[in-house]
């Protein structure tokens, strides 16, 4: 094979690798954000209890 058509090749297959790359690279930097958009969600309020002294239950404190 003449050199040119060996290096083309190269050219062509290097060319293959970086795109495979780039769409691998931008799938796991879309799934990474998913995933830190669910994490940086606000936590649930918590809720303070209270024991009430007749029944001897914890409630919800009415703040």
Do not use: F, H
């Amino acid at each position: 094979m003449p050199p040119l058509v060996i290096a083309a090749l190269g050219v062509l297959g290097a060319a293959a690798l970086v795109k495979l790359l780039a769409s691998e690279s931008r799938r796991v930097n879309e799934a990474l954000a998913r995933r830190r958009a669910a994490e940086a969600a606000p936590p649930e309020p918590v809720t303070r209890l209270e024991r009430d002294p007749q029944s001897g239950a914890y409630r919800p404190r009415a703040d």
